[in-house]
T-cell receptor, first 112, second 111 residues
């Protein structure tokens, strides 16, 4: 089966600009996650969707980050405006079971 | 904060067993132990999970001590492609989606 797709793979923006990331989960996976991974650290969960509803967004900086999952399939994560500390890899994952998540390759964001 | 403690790095000779330890002394009775790994420039990959019994699959074995305060992930015949950061995570089963990743162990498999 096809894996989790993410685009773009790389993005460079200046601070205060906006950026959006796209994720297409594995077909049939109801749960979708967005993680932020800063260099040298483990991934940190930003938001979890079950179908098109938000299950957990407690770690999402809502003043600048937003995410949506229309029709319970694809998802977008947006940052507006970006800060230097947002430089990281943004990972999307999906799952059908509670214990096994499948991760995409990630989008590497550099904010200058 | 992560509820597990892992050594920051380990080396293993190719073809030998790699034994990765994890301390989770504050684990509660209904929390599971999950292992994921992350190969450089890729997203994490699920390996195995368990509650109290030892578990084995095609990738690895998970040995959990009787008091459940620690566990060991065993890669029986490590290859160069097993070089990765290995994460040990504890979470409730119904929160298996809410994984809190720590720093992990960077395993280097050497020829």
């Amino acid at each position: 089966e096809a894996g989790v797709a993410q685009s773009p793979r790389y993005k460079i923006i200046e601070k205060r600009q906006s950026v959006a990331f796209w994720c297409n989960p594995i077909s049939g996976h109801a749960t979708l996650y967005w993680y932020q991974q800063i260099l040298g650290q483990g991934p940190k969960l930003l938001i979890q969707f079950q179908n098109n509803g938000v299950v957990d967004d407690s770690q999402l900086p809502k003043d600048r980050f937003s995410a949506e999952r229309l029709k319970g399939v694809d998802s977008t994560l947006k940052i507006q405006p970006a800060k230097l500390e947002d430089s990281a890899v943004y990972l999307c994952a999906s799952s059908r079971t509670l214990y096994e998540q499948y991760f995409g390759p990630g989008t590497r964001l550099t904010v200058t | 904060d992560a509820k597990t403690t892992q050594p920051p790095s380990m080396d293993c000779a190719e073809g030998r067993a790699a034994n990765l330890p994890c301390n989770h002394s504050t684990i509660s009775g209904n929390e599971y132990v999950y292992w994921y790994r992350q190969i450089h420039s890729q997203g994490p990959q699920y390996i195995i999970h368990g509650l109290k019994n030892n578990e084995t699959n095609e990738m690895a074995s998970l040995i959990i001590t009787e008091d459940r305060k620690s566990s060991t992930l065993i890669l029986p015949h490590a290859t160069l492609r097993d070089t990765a950061v290995y994460y040990c995570i504890v979470a409730l089963y119904n929160q298996g989606g809410k994984l809190i990743f720590g720093q992990g162990t960077e395993l280097s498999v050497k020829p």
